[in-house]
């Protein structure tokens, strides 16, 4: 597999220039088409006959109008980026709809999803608190997510691979192969929790490293036993920091009931306090 369709969301978010200028990066890397999705917020249910009249459609026009101009306006500050970084291949998307739904019906077009961790700190009228948790449950495709602070100057050099041999992980590893390539250091990581490790084989990590190794990636295995004091997502991060990763690919575990998205502990946790970019499918 290739990338060769990067979408990335373009919000308002005090961060966002910085996953911008990682999927054009990527972009740029794999020869792909580049498309910067906005969001106004506002779902297509809105502006459907009769739902919420005439008289109200007159008085909120003007909001709508100014959704749709702070949107635009988020473009043409990522299509300067991308020009000064000269994206061979690139367009721009207003949508109409909510962040989370937007975002995910767009991933079903493209091969990777770069989108920014939430900032506690920062409100936005258009994007949910669980958008990562959202997309990554509903679009179909794998996600790339830049943490809030820190700056990443290369991504995917030092790579470090959260395996547990399940169906998401597995996907994760399969859709970040053409990352995994081009690693100077691929460790799969494998948490000894005490319960059985029979979907791993008699040696954990060997058969997905030799996998691996098959593809081209330079690959090691290292197998962590758990404390008691602390659970797999904060050791997953921990040992990032250890390993000197600058990306972590791991599956992202979840249901949704309704609108409400319920996360695994160790995605969680991850989403919650990441420090470098995760690359997450589920």
Not at 238 to 257: E, K, P, Q, W
């Amino acid at each position: 597999m290739e990338y060769k369709t990067i979408l990335v969301h373009v919000d308002e978010a005090r961060r966002a220039h910085e996953q911008i200028r990682i999927a054009a990066t990527l972009a740029q890397k794999y020869d792909a088409h580049l498309i910067g999705a906005a969001v106004t917020g506002v779902t297509p249910q809105f502006f459907m006959p009769g739902a919420i009249g005439e008289s109200n459609l007159a008085l909120l026009g003007p909001a709508l109008s100014e959704l749709r101009e702070h949107a635009a306006s988020l473009l043409t500050e990522f299509e300067a980026t991308v020009w000064k970084m000269d994206v061979k291949s690139f367009e721009k998307r207003l949508i109409d709809d909510d962040a989370g739904a937007g975002l995910s019906l767009q991933a079903r077009y493209s091969d990777l999803v770069v989108i920014g961790q939430i900032n506690p700190a920062d409100f936005s009228i258009v994007m949910r608190a669980d958008f990562p948790e959202y997309v990554l449950m509903n679009a179909g495709r794998p996600l790339l997510i830049i943490p809030y602070a820190g700056k990443f100057t290369h991504v995917g050099k030092r790579v470090l691979v959260a395996w547990d041999a399940s169906m998401e992980a597995t996907r994760a590893v399969t859709a970040s192969i053409p990352l995994l390539q081009q690693a100077d250091l691929v460790q799969v990581l494998v948490f000894d929790t005490g319960e059985p490790l029979s979907a791993h084989g008699q040696q954990p990590g060997a058969d997905i490293a030799l996998y691996l190794a098959r593809h081209g990636v330079k690959v090691e295995v290292s197998k962590q036993k758990m404390a008691g004091d602390i659970d797999v997502g904060n050791a997953l991060l921990s040992r990032a920091t250890d390993f000197g990763a600058d990306l972590i690919v791991m599956g992202g575990y979840g249901h949704t009931r309704f609108r409400e998205v319920i996360l695994g502990g160790v995605t969680r946790t991850v989403l919650a306090s990441m420090t470098v970019p995760v690359f997450m499918s589920h």
